[in-house]
């Protein structure tokens, strides 16, 4: 069975400062992994994803995150939080559906 | 251009009533999906549809309807609706129906039940 856990329900930073957001998965498989960000009262925007290529994956606005298999981790980061980066981040499993989980509430303090 | 488009973007509503939330997704995608966020932010899948068949079906009470006139709309109807329902609700496409694919949604539709 797939889930998701993301270790943090809310993460601070200083503007500047480097972000990291963390998630443990468990599969079956070898399962795709996704990013998604959503700022306040909008949609969902992907911001990267793993599909068993390079397991360093670089997404949008200066995010990457790590495929780690034997952790079974798939931690997003960025070297240097920015205003605009303050928002709510999904880490997805997927293998027959998408499996969310409960999301990351990034506050950037000034 | 507009990817994927969901009306009404807000919905006020009465207990009791019925109401429906349109999506069209204008990528060309085989399937289509509808999302349930709670209050908590919690994102949970309710339908998906792929060349107008569905798919899945989550455990979702049957007061809830999905319908697919064609591949490019997947529209939700409500019947009855109850304090609960109360939610966020997301529309969302991937090009097959393979669920490794980069799903895109739409905006959201903000169904508050009085």
């Known amino acids: 069975a797939q889930s998701v856990t993301q270790l943090d329900s809310h993460v601070s930073v200083s503007e500047g400062t480097p972000v990291l957001l963390r998630c443990n998965y468990s599969?079956?498989?070898?399962?795709?992994l996704f990013w998604y960000v959503q700022h306040p009262n909008k949609g969902l925007q992907l911001l990267l994803k793993?599909?068993?290529?390079?397991?360093l994956v670089k997404g949008i606005n200066g995010f990457e995150a790590e495929f780690k298999k034997s952790e079974t981790s798939f931690h997003l980061t960025k070297p240097s939080a920015h205003m605009s980066d303050a928002a709510e981040y999904f880490c997805?499993?997927?293998?027959?559906?998408?499996?969310f989980g409960t999301g990351t509430s990034l506050t950037v303090i000034p | 251009d507009t990817a994927v488009s969901q009306t009404p973007k807000y919905l006020v509503t009465q207990m009791g009533n019925d109401k429906s939330i349109k999506c069209e997704q204008n990528?060309?995608?085989?399937?289509m999906y509808w999302y349930k966020q709670d209050s908590k932010k919690f994102l949970k899948i309710m339908f998906s549809y792929n060349n107008k068949e569905l798919i899945i079906n989550e455990t979702v009470p049957n007061r809830f309807s999905p319908k697919s006139p064609d591949k490019a709309h997947l529209n939700l109807h409500i019947n009855s609706l109850e304090l609960g329902d109360s939610a966020v609700y997301f529309c969302a496409s991937n090009p097959s129906d393979l669920a490794r694919e980069t799903q895109y949604f739409g905006p959201g539709t903000r169904l508050l039940v009085l």
């Open positions: 599969s079956s498989y070898s399962p795709s």
């Open positions: 990528l060309g995608h085989d399937t």
């Open positions: 793993y599909t068993s290529a390079a397991t």
């Open positions: 997805v499993v997927s293998e027959n559906q998408f499996y």
